[in-house]
T-cell receptor, first 114, second 115 residues
Framework: DGGITQSPKYLFRKEGQNVTLSCEQN?????MYWYRQDPGQGLRLIYY???????QKGDIAEGYSVSREKKESFPLTVTSAQKNPTAFYLC?????????????FGQGTRLTVV | AQSVTQLGSHVSVSEGALVLLRCNYS??????LFWYVQYPNQGLQLLLK??????LVKGINGFEAEFKKSETSFHLTKPSAHMSDAAEYFC?????????????FGKGTKLSVIP
């Protein structure tokens, strides 16, 4: 089945640690996105990538980093510089043509600082 | 810049009653508009989308939305609520004509269905 796979579903981070969230898609989409979701705040864009080896900062990129070495994969690293990382993280992908504008989402990773 | 406002962070309806979730958008170019649904601890699922074809858009699970340019609105409706409709709903906008179709989301409306 085509779709987006995020792993792990739950992740716990100690203070000062970097952690990496995985996102893989087999939809052959060019564009991939990372969103952060906090209660009552909707989804906020962290980073996005329209093509392999290229990515742009979104609205809340500070304390995060990404890579796009393969079309299928767009991992997100939450660094120790992110002071409030506890949140639900959603990865998405979409086509880049005018008729393929909707985003498809993974099931999310819930990150908790312990 | 594009933005989305969803009126009402929480809406309660009785089972069988009309569902109306409100969404207003701001966009400097003709927009693409979307409604997504999210169940607890899950990702978002597309309900329906408007991409400049018919202004009345039908989606899954009996939902529909009407694009009204004069009111910059894209409200979501369903004639008769079902218990399984209880979830959080997000309206989103992206701008046509740009190379990137990144979405801007509203803050969401949580729908409760009372038996």
């Amino acid at each position: 089945d085509g779709g987006i796979t995020q792993s792990p579903k739950y992740l716990f981070r100690k203070e000062g640690q970097n952690v990496t969230l995985s996102c893989e898609q087999n939809l052959n989409h060019d564009a991939m996105y990372w969103y952060r979701q906090d209660p009552g705040q909707g989804l906020r864009l962290i980073y996005y990538s329209q093509i392999v080896n290229d990515f742009q900062k979104g609205d809340i990129a500070e304390g995060y980093s990404v890579s796009r070495e393969k079309k299928e994969s767009f991992p997100l690293t939450v660094t120790s510089a992110q002071k409030n990382p506890t949140a639900f993280y959603l990865c998405a992908s979409s086509g880049t043509g005018a008729l393929n504008t909707e985003a498809f989402f993974g099931q999310g990773t819930r990150l908790t600082v312990v | 810049a594009q933005s989305v406002t969803q009126l009402g962070s929480h809406v309660s309806v009785s089972e069988g009653a009309l569902v109306l979730l409100r969404c207003n958008y701001s966009s400097s170019v003709p927009p693409y508009l979307f409604w997504y649904v999210q169940y607890p601890n899950q990702g978002l699922q597309l309900l329906l989308k408007y991409t400049s074809a018919a202004t009345l858009v039908k989606g899954i699970n009996g939902f529909e939305a009407e694009f009204k340019k004069s009111e910059t609105s894209f409200h979501l409706t369903k004639p008769s609520a079902h218990m399984s409709d209880a979830a959080e709903y997000f309206c989103a906008v992206s701008e046509s004509g740009a190379g990137s179709y990144q979405l801007t989301f509203g803050k969401g409306t949580k729908l409760s269905v009372i038996p």
